[in-house]
């Protein structure tokens, strides 16, 4: 049995509990971004990437994810009217232009109003989101693991290990 | 620290190498199996989608589309597909099909299933769908030419169409009437007559005064009524001979028209080469015709199904479409090859074809459609369709070359009245079709060897008809068709034309001349024996009528000369006189002066009347009176 829990364990481990209040906050910031750009595109893709490649905790970005991204379809209309301000801006033309004649550029989307619009709203919005984060991240950490440690199955799942760190970390 | 940051970007590299190795190519199968489910309206099985990146390709085994208007069947199955992208433009998000290739093609087969996504029990299996206008075209196949013609023949010997029977019923029609009124004129004149015998009659027991004013009356009827009967029968005997005599002139000219006519018109009698062809290869070359038209309507569909925009992701949002260096088309196929079998006739018959620069953006690409199909085996096809979409105008040009050497039986006719069979063999078929905005305009032939005729009938005027149309239509050994089509694709004017129908009109006619002494005799035959008959039943029927009348004139004449004799009697004075005043006087009627005149009269009358009686004594009673006339004229 404990055989069968060890690689779950170890997995939650490293998704969950080793994270700093930076690291948390970093994932909840990347969070928002990916979460308010529509999905199916390159840039979405490109972001889940860098997500990955960063120290970022993917536990929280995608907690966030799936909160920005049900929210951001009440956010369209002013991502339409952002992307389709910059996509339209004359000045903007010509680097548009040669962006979308690179390979694979067309994959991104760019030029659709609401994938541009959202990613620059959520660009705006990453470091506030870092710096607003972190410190709620650091304040309510502790209390909060300290709330998981009394369930059992958070207990049995992450094992004393876990329980341990939760404990040394007080 | 290491391990806590390797292991969770492993599990997410692990997570994105599963769902390509696992997970994308079944979710490319599911999305294309609700794609073409969502066109075709019936289900779609694709065994096993297989993708590769590194070139760009896809690759599917053991697809069937199954038919949504014949349940149980496929529209189409194929064993495996490749398609193999061009690079490049993929990553300018540009779907470029270099080369692909569909095998194991095949069409109408059957499947476990009905293949039906949702069960409709309305839905019935029906054959191709052929329009309305071809419908109509091939019901319009009229087979009743044959009839028409054999039924030609019989009228030529019908009566009924005869100028001499015509003509002959007119004048016993007019006789009739004539007679009729005849008739009534002498039952008029008799009744009048024994009016006048009942006067006579009713005379003889009236008072002697009264006696003579009918007498008188009756005398003077008699005179008129006789005047009148002498005056119509001299009409009667003047006229009707002179009448008659140009009836029998009138009936003489018909018998001549009769003989004429007949003679012109079996000379001249053809039956219709337009309809013979029609109802002999109209329907086989209609048909071929949907056939080559259905392959326009599936490259077109194929277009416009290529042009449908893709659903967009979120609602909202607009795609700004910046300018394209070297622009592609957004989907192109350069060359699609597919072999298999398909259905010609009843047979499978293997071919092959190769589809070209099939494109969602034609003028952009620059090049037309272009799908070549050829076939083998006992029916060897070559079809070639251009659609060149590449101006605002598309063109769509089909050409067909087809040939069949199996044998076609055509008829024409019912088989329990008259019918024309005859078997087609080695028919070669040629399309040229243009289709230019809904607008058709093209050419189909048919080249055929003709053989087997037989012409066969029930009815027994026309057996030896049969026989020699038969011989004839033997020396026909092929034929040429051509369909012209043009105007609306829906609906097109489409005409037909053939030798078949001059042919098998000039083997119809040659039999008919060849009949023609025979015919012609009889004809004329019959005529002469029908007017020899007019006449004779005419002569009879008015012979008979007119000593009838004749002898009722003369009866009635009888009549006329009793009342006439009583009143001839009456001026002879072969009556009572004294009986005749004395009854007038006595009567009253008279006015006072001349009752008194009357009286005078009467008695002087009765003084002679009596002295005619007894002269003695009517002397002596004179006497005095004529003494004093003797005096007076001494005096």
């Known amino acids: 049995m404990l055989f069968l829990l060890r690689p779950i364990r170890l997995t939650l481990k490293a998704l969950i509990t080793q994270a700093t209040p930076g690291q948390l906050a970093l994932g909840f910031a990347f969070g928002v971004l990916i979460g308010m750009v529509p999905k199916g595109n390159l840039i979405a893709l490109t972001l889940g990437i860098i997500l990955a490649a960063s120290r970022a905790n993917l536990a929280v970005a995608t907690g966030t994810i799936l909160v920005v991204s049900f929210l951001s379809g009440y956010l369209d209309s002013a991502f339409d009217y952002v992307g389709g301000y910059v996509l339209s801006h004359p000045a903007l033309f010509e680097t548009w232009t040669n962006l979308y004649n690179r390979p694979l550029a067309p994959w991104t989307d760019f030029n659709n109003t609401i994938v541009m619009g959202s990613l620059l709203v959520g660009m705006v919005c990453l470091y506030p989101s870092y710096r607003l984060s972190k410190p709620l991240f650091a304040a309510y950490t502790e209390k909060a693991a300290r709330y998981a440690k009394r369930f059992w199955l958070t207990r049995v799942l992450l094992g004393m290990e876990v329980a341990d760190r939760l404990s040394l970390s007080e | 620290m290491r391990w806590g940051y390797l292991i969770p970007r492993i599990i997410i590299l692990a997570i994105v190498w599963a769902f390509f190795a696992f997970g994308f190519d079944p979710l490319i199968r599911r999305g294309a199996t609700s794609s073409l489910q969502s066109i075709t309206g019936a289900k779609v099985d694709i065994a096993d989608v297989t993708t590769g990146f590194f070139p760009p390709r896809v690759n599917v085994d053991q697809v069937a589309l199954a038919s949504v208007s014949k349940p149980g069947s496929n529209l189409v199955e194929f064993q495996t597909a490749s398609f193999h992208l061009a690079g490049q433009p993929l990553m300018h998000r540009n779907y470029v099909v270099d080369e692909a290739t569909i095998t194991g093609v095949r069409f109408q087969t059957s499947r476990n299933d009905n293949g039906q996504l949702e069960i409709d029990e309305d839905s019935e299996s029906s054959g191709p769908v052929v329009p309305e206008w071809l419908q109509d075209k091939v019901k319009n196949l009229g087979d009743e030419w044959l009839e028409q013609f054999t039924d030609q023949a019989k009228s030529q010997l019908d009566p009924n169409r005869l100028e001499t029977y015509q003509v002959g019923n007119q004048l016993y029609v007019k006789w009739d009437r004539r007679f009729e009124e005849v008739n009534l004129a002498i039952s008029t004149t008799k009744q009048r007559a024994e009016r006048l015998q009942q006067q006579i009659k009713a005379a003889k027991q009236a008072e002697p005064v009264q006696q003579i004013q009918l007498y008188l009356q009756i005398a003077q009827d008699a005179d008129i009524l006789l005047k009148d009967s002498q005056a119509f029968v001299t009409t009667l005997k003047t006229n009707v001979p002179a009448e008659v005599r140009q009836d029998f002139v009138k009936l003489d000219q018909a018998q001549q028209n009769d003989r004429q006519m007949v003679a ?108 070549q199909v050829q076939t083998a085996g006992v029916r060897p096809v070559h079809l070639v369709i251009r659609h060149d979409a590449t101006s605002d105008i598309a063109v769509t040009d089909l050409s067909a070359d087809f040939v069949d050497e199996t044998e076609h039986v055509v008829a024409a006719g019912k088989p329990d009245a008259e019918q024309l069979t005859a078997s087609l063999t080695n028919l070669h078929w040629k399309a040229n079709v243009t289709l230019i905005e809904g607008q058709i305009d093209g050419r189909v032939e048919m080249r055929s060897d003709f053989g087997k005729s037989q012409f066969q009938t029930a009815r027994p005027y026309a057996v030896s008809l049969a026989s020699v149309a038969e011989q004839t239509l033997q020396s026909i050994h092929t034929v040429n068709a051509v369909i012209d089509l043009k105007g609306s694709a829906l609906k097109p004017d489409v005409s037909m034309t053939s030798d078949l129908g001059s042919q098998v009109a000039n083997g119809f006619q040659t039999a008919f001349q060849a009949q023609l002494p025979a015919m012609k005799q009889q004809a ?6 029908y007017a020899v008959e007019q006449k004779k039943e005419l002569s009879t029927k008015l012979g008979g009528r007119y000593s009838a009348l004749i002898a009722d004139h003369q009866q009635l004449m009888d009549s006329l000369n009793s009342v006439r004799s009583i009143a001839a009697n009456f001026r002879k004075g072969q009556v009572d006189p004294n009986a005749v005043f004395r009854t007038v006087s006595d009567s009253g009627l008279l006015k006072q002066n001349d009752q008194k005149k009357a009286d005078k009269y009467f008695g002087e009358a009765s003084k002679v009347m009596d002295g005619f009686k007894n002269p003695n004594q009517a002397f002596e009673n004179a006497l005095p009176s004529l003494r004093n006339r003797l005096l007076d004229k001494l005096k």
């Not at chain 2, 957004?330 to 398909?342: F, N, Q, S, T």
């Not at chain 2, 499978?348 to 799908?371: C, E, M, Q």
């Not at chain 2, 004329?524 to 024996?529: H, I």
Request: glycine share 8%.
């Open chain 2, 264 to 371: 012109s018109t079996i000379q001249n009698l053809k039956p219709d080469s337009g309809r013979i062809t029609e109802s002999l290869i109209g329907e086989e070359m209609y048909l071929q015709l949907q056939h080559l038209l259905s392959w326009v309507d599936t490259i077109q569909g194929y277009q416009e199904q290529l042009k449908a925009p893709a659903e967009p992701e979120r609602s909202g949002g607009r795609s700004i479409e910046f300018p394209i260096l070297n622009p592609t088309p957004k989907v192109l196929c350069r060359k699609l090859l597919m072999d298999g079998e398909l259905m010609l006739g009843d047979f499978p018959t293997p071919f092959r074809a190769v589809l070209t620069d099939v494109t969602s953006d034609p003028k952009l690409h620059g090049k037309p459609a272009i799908l």
């Open chain 2, 524 to 529: 004329l035959a019959m005529v002469t024996d």
